[in-house]
T-cell receptor, first 118, second 110 residues
């Protein structure tokens, strides 16, 4: 059981370049999330998915796009990277929607991707 | 406005000592509160979940408390170990929202 995996672990981009971050989970979870974590700030939700083929915007969605073509995968795309997108990106999955009042709303996080945009 | 405030921002203690981390929230409605541990360079891992009716819950050397009336939670670490060095994040569920605190960074030195 690998849990939640993310690729790549590190990436350096130049302003204007594009890239895709891949998240995979093997727990058969319906719900998946992308967060960014910046120094001195809490985790902030970028986009999330409540099931295969569905996505929704989170707190800070601008500049990012996502796709959930398969239940186990959740992709995060940056179309034209900007220095403000330098951050650590975490993917997470959960059995039920994380904000719901249910004990199974525990989120399982991946190891993160450290992205630097020059 | 839904908010989760954690204190202190950072803490340094000697190995073997106890410490307590605080989490105050203004999230409404309240569903549950989780404490996550995040090791450097890793993703957060859940330590414990507190629901409205629970006052205290332990997970090994970690004990979480919840006072739903004052909207405060604490995480007490007993007999700290070097491996406890990490960030501890308080996350509150309210309705369908999930509110993250900024975390407390704990450093345990020998």
């Amino acid at each position: 059981n690998a849990g939640v995996t993310q690729t790549p672990k590190f990436r350096v981009l130049k302003t204007g370049q594009s890239m895709t971050l891949l998240c995979a989970q093997d727990m058969n979870h319906e719900y998946m999330y992308w967060y960014r974590q910046d120094p001195g700030m809490g985790l902030r939700l970028i986009h999330y998915s409540v099931g295969e083929g569905t996505t929704a915007k989170g707190e800070v969605p601008d500049g990012y796009n996502v796709s959930r073509l398969k239940k186990q995968n959740f992709l995060l795309g940056l179309e034209s990277a900007a220095p403000s997108q330098t951050s650590v990106y975490f993917c997470a999955s959960s059995r039920t929607l994380a904000g719901f009042p249910h004990p199974y709303n525990e989120q399982f996080f991946g190891p993160g991707t450290r992205l630097t945009v020059l | 406005k839904n908010q989760v405030e954690q204190s202190p921002q950072s803490l340094i203690i000697l190995e073997g000592k106890n410490c307590t981390l605080q989490c105050n929230y203004t999230v409404s409605p309240f569903s549950n509160l989780r404490w996550y541990k995040q090791d450097t360079g890793r993703g957060p891992v859940s330590l414990t979940i507190m629901t409205f009716s629970e006052n205290t819950k332990s997970n090994g050397r970690y004990t979480a408390t919840l006072d739903a009336d004052t909207k405060q939670s604490s995480l007490h670490i007993t007999a700290s170990q070097l491996s406890d060095s990490a960030s501890y994040i308080c996350v509150v569920s309210g309705g369908t929202a999930l509110i993250f605190g900024k975390g407390t960074t704990l450093s345990v030195s020998s």
